[in-house]
């Protein structure tokens, strides 16, 4: 419960904290230095050169893959849409990634989807629900 929570506050943090430097230097700088503070940062918690395990070439596609498409370039995105969108419809639409990822891994990676997990997809159709509805203005 804890992760859930400290992960909502992160949300609302890099939905909200970027908008001045995003005015000021685009989605491109921002998200560039944010990689490159973040990867350092993260190098003391987890040295990427202690690596354990065995590195193939099919590896360095795939480490690719995941670096530019599954952080980079969503983090961009993500980024970019607060031109067009507030924050609150960005981060409701955020909501929906968990979806995504579910979809994704029962459809191409073969994961069985139980009951508890419909459950999940109904708790989170349903706050995607609650927070999009407008509160009526008093007359």
Known sequence: ??????????????????????????STIVVGW??????????????PWQFEGEWYFSTNFAFLFIVLCGTVLSFYSYLESL???????TSLLACAEPLSAAFTAVVFLGVS?????????????????ILSKKKATPS
Do not use: N
């Not at 929570?5 to 001045?20: C, H, R, V």
């Not at 944010?34 to 040295?47: A, D, E, K």
């Open 83 to 89: 031109k067009y969108l507030s924050a609150s419809e």
């Open 34 to 47: 944010g990689m490159i503070v973040g990867g350092l940062v993260f190098s003391f918690v987890h040295p």
């Open 113 to 129: 989807f139980g009951w508890i997990d419909w459950v999940g997809t109904l708790l989170i159709l349903c706050t995607i629900f």
């Open 1 to 26: 419960m804890t992760r859930g929570i400290l992960s909502a506050f992160g949300l609302a943090f890099y939905t909200i904290q970027p908008i001045e430097l995003l005015k000021r230097w685009g």
